[in-house]
């Protein structure tokens, strides 16, 4: 498995290669641990830039002090420009398998909703799988993992992704599906979305049990982002996976409406899991 962590020395930021580290176990794993810094301004003397990016590389090492005491093969990178793009650019040049992120930065700018921009752009642009990690985030597993279910791409996805790097996390998986309650037809109801639903979530899950993992179902009725989120908080979760959908109406953007709002109002790790995602 290949990782890229992002990282500015913010508390949210360290909180993400904590996590990070917690996942890249194997021989065979590699995290990449990368910062951004800014480019140099026009009027700055040659000596004051060279200063400036000798200051940049010793704070980079200090934040990468973590996963020179673990034992995970990491190694560091260290970008110049707009941290947006280069992390996108980073992502798909290393070929990598998952970004983690903090929920928020250290910079001065915040995106509505308390989510940094610059994680904020990621999801909407990545075609990979990406996580946000709170800043009160500690990696603590084996954890229950919430995962919403409700057969579309993304969703679908979604669970792929957790057959294949789920058990690295965890052995009991809750797939969790949200149907709009509708009061004329009865949840036992041979006839019911409720009933359906629990019949197609067994298919869903199928490459979760084909792997070992422990997957239970549950159908729920009410806003999707409310169910999610509160089975996750029922079920202690160190973990929600939620998939997104692929190339959407406005050209780049691709979170949609269920998974932007998780994003926001989750109080755990969340891993974002595009229906278009590209294969390492």
């Not at 996590?19 to 990368?34: F, K, N, R, T």
């Not at 400036?52 to 980079?60: Q, V």
């Not at 109080?267 to 595009?274: K, L, R, S, Y």
């Amino acid at each position: 498995m290949r990782v890229l962590v992002g990282t500015d020395g913010s508390v949210g930021a360290q909180a993400a290669l904590r996590w990070a580290l917690s996942l890249v176990e194997g021989e065979d794993d590699e995290l990449i641990v990368s910062t951004v810094r800014m480019p140099p301004l026009l009027e700055m003397l040659p000596h004051e830039i060279e200063a400036r990016r000798s200051e940049d590389a010793e704070l980079f090492y200090e934040w990468c002090a973590p996963a020179r005491a673990s034992k995970v093969h990491f190694r560091e990178l260290l970008l110049e420009g707009d941290p947006r793009q280069q992390l996108l650019s980073a992502a798909k040049a290393e070929s990598v398998d998952l970004i983690v992120v903090g929920a928020r930065g250290s910079g001065g700018h915040r995106h509505a909703l308390h989510l940094g921009s610059t994680t904020h752009h990621l999801a909407h642009h990545t075609r990979l799988p990406i996580v946000a990690i709170p800043p009160a985030s500690k990696a603590a597993w084996p954890a229950t993992v919430v995962v919403g279910v409700d057969g579309s791409p993304g969703s679908l996805r979604a669970v792929d992704w957790l057959a294949s790097f789920g058990a690295r996390l965890t052995d009991d998986v809750l797939a969790v599906n949200a149907q709009k309650p509708l009061a004329e037809v009865p949840h036992d109801h041979r006839g019911s979305p409720f009933r359906a639903a629990l019949d197609e979530m067994e298919q869903w899950v199928s490459p979760l049990h084909e792997v070992g993992l422990n997957a239970r179902t549950l159908v729920m009725s009410g806003d999707a982002v409310d169910v999610l989120t509160d089975a996750a908080i029922a079920e202690e979760a160190g973990l929600l996976v939620v998939g997104t959908r692929g190339l959407g109406g406005i050209v780049g953007l691709r979170l949609g409406a269920t998974a932007l709002k998780v994003l926001h109002q989750a109080q755990i790790p969340v891993v974002m899991v595009p229906a278009d995602v590209v294969a390492s």
